[in-house]
């Protein structure tokens, strides 16, 4: 009975087949199509990473430009700032143990004290664990005197100059006049008033002063003044009765913000400032006292 059926019906089933093989040919085909066009995923975009340099820190050079201004017209020898580690590839200058080096002056207060040092014929600021050429270090600032420590670590001791003690005079010239003798420790520097804050000081005076530098720094001290974490000038500490500071009109309490337009912001400024007053012929200070601002200005002639 199957048998007569499949006979009879032999066109249709194959044409059944027939439909049945091409649809699963279409759907197979369609599937492995897609597969074939179905896109990747995605790489992730890599965003670039931008490099930050860190802020650089101020060092000495960076001061530098006061001394190429020539702010005060100084006849003298060029100072420079002394790096605090040699420069690779750069000689040093040799010298004998510890080196002939001279203190010319120092900036103990604050958290960055400086030395000014004389040597090989250059005046040069060194800060604290600076390295000296010769090999030695600054290991130590005071007030009126550095330490360095040798190679060997022998330790040396540098001292501002100290003025030389005068002879005893004769006794035939100690018999003066009592109202002839001058106070103790004061000195007459011919200082002349020429109207409000205007002083001339002659220049023999000024020359004998600049001529002993380690007696003149000893007849003020002065400190750093400091408004929110920022250095603003210096405040005089002291001024020894009778010196020249004294007699150019400053006082205890007053604050020193400029000298010839050079604000004394930093350490480094004051004490390069200073130096180059050695020579200078027109000086001229923005101060405050008692919370006025006032200028000072100076001929030296």
């Not at 093989?21 to 890599?46: H, I, N, S, W």
């Not at 006794?171 to 409000?196: E, H, I, W």
């Not at 002993?212 to 500490?237: D, H, M």
Request: aromatic residues 6%; positive net charge.
């Amino acid at each position: 009975m199957i048998l007569t059926f499949l006979q009879k019906n032999t066109r249709g089933i194959f044409l059944l087949l027939s439909i049945l093989l091409g649809l699963a040919t279409g759907y197979f085909c369609a599937v492995l199509l897609g597969l074939l066009l179905q896109p990747g995923a995605p790489e992730p975009v890599r965003q670039p990473t931008r490099m930050t340099r860190p802020a650089r820190k101020p060092v000495l050079n960076d001061y530098q430009a006061i001394l190429q201004r020539n702010i005060f017209n100084s006849a003298g020898g060029k100072l420079s700032f002394a790096p605090s580690t040699p420069t690779r590839g750069t000689p040093t200058a040799t010298t004998s143990a510890g080196g002939n080096w001279t203190l010319v002056g120092t900036v103990s207060g604050g958290s960055k004290p400086l030395a000014a040092l004389a040597g090989n014929g250059k005046t040069r600021t060194y800060r604290l664990g600076a390295k000296l050429p010769g090999g030695a270090q600054l290991t130590k600032i005071e007030r009126s005197k550095v330490t360095l420590t040798l190679a060997g670590g022998r330790q040396q001791i540098l001292e501002l100059p100290k003025k030389s003690a005068p002879s005893r005079p004769r006794a035939r010239t100690a018999a003066v006049r009592a109202g002839n003798r001058r106070p103790v420790g004061k000195q007459d520097y011919a200082v002349r008033s020429l109207g409000k804050n205007r002083w001339q000081i002659p220049r023999s005076a000024a020359e004998k002063a600049r001529s002993n530098i380690g007696e003149l720094l000893k007849q003020a001290r002065v400190e750093p003044y400091v408004v929110n974490g920022s250095t603003e000038g210096f405040v005089i500490k002291m001024i020894k009765p009778g010196s020249l500071f004294n007699q150019i009109g400053l006082r205890v309490g007053d604050v020193l913000h400029e000298i010839n337009g050079v604000p004394l912001d930093s350490p480094e400024k004051a004490l390069q400032v200073f130096q180059q007053l050695r020579q200078a012929r027109q000086i001229n200070v923005s101060l405050e006292r008692r919370g006025n601002p006032m200028t000072f200005s100076y001929e030296i002639d």
